[in-house]
């Protein structure tokens, strides 16, 4: 017996195995929360691009007329998001696990540079308000502009700025505890309206069969499944 337990203990095939077996929980945990941080950036990434292309498509919308300032119609805002929806993919579900605000930023008539939200639109599931104001807010209070503070963008005279703002709850790979702090994915943007828009609102091309407006009061997706 004695002799037995000396080769035992002189025998080392099996250590190589044991040091395995107690590190793989530490790698394992390693790799997947290196797999969920590349993953939450990836994500971040194209919500953040999403935010710009709305932003950029929306300062396009209108029809072209050289008799007048383009008009923008409810079915140019929904065609807008639905873009947005195909382009985010199934994957990202950007309506059904998020939230698109739309903003007309202007100048109040009558005045240079008294700035107020005109209009918005909105879609999305997620119960998110704007965190940089509300269709209205300028004409009786004032507001420097749309947001981060001090950092917030202006529209000038006879001119309209969209702003848009995205909130996206976003889905973890492989959850808790390999992901990070809030699941809550911000991201903001912005451009000029490029062409001489009618700035008096959103218009309905067929009044007696009007277009779904997107109201901020409502918390629906897109309401088209992605091909």
Not at 84 to 93: M, N, P, T, V
Request: negative net charge; glycine residues 10%; aromatic residues 8%.
């Amino acid at each position: 017996m004695v002799s037995r337990l000396r080769n035992l203990a002189r025998n080392q095939s099996g250590v190589a195995m044991t040091e395995f077996a107690l590190t793989l929980p530490f790698l394992l945990g390693a790799g997947l929360m290196g797999l969920e941080t590349a993953n939450r950036a990836l994500v971040q990434m194209q919500i953040s691009q999403l935010a710009v292309q709305i932003a950029d498509n929306a300062s396009r919308i209108g029809d072209t007329s050289v008799l007048e300032d383009r008009k923008i119609y409810e079915d140019d805002i929904n065609d807008l998001f639905y873009g947005a929806h195909l382009q985010s993919g199934a994957g990202l579900d950007l309506f059904g696990n998020g939230r698109v605000i739309l903003s007309s930023l202007q100048v109040v008539d009558g005045t240079e540079n008294q700035q107020y939200i005109h209009w918005q639109r909105c879609m999305g599931t997620k119960n998110h308000a704007s965190t940089y104001g509300e269709e209205g807010d300028g004409l009786s209070t004032t507001i420097a502009g749309m947001g981060p503070a001090g950092e917030e963008v202006i529209a000038f005279e006879d001119d309209a700025v969209m702003f848009v703002e995205v909130a996206y709850d976003y889905q973890p790979i492989v959850g808790e505890p390999f992901s990070f702090g809030s699941h809550e994915i911000n991201a903001i943007a912005s451009f000029t309206v490029r062409d001489d828009r009618d700035l008096n609102g959103i218009y309905q091309r067929d009044p007696s069969a009007p277009d779904t407006i997107a109201e901020c009061d409502e918390f629906t997706g897109s309401g088209y499944a992605i091909p």
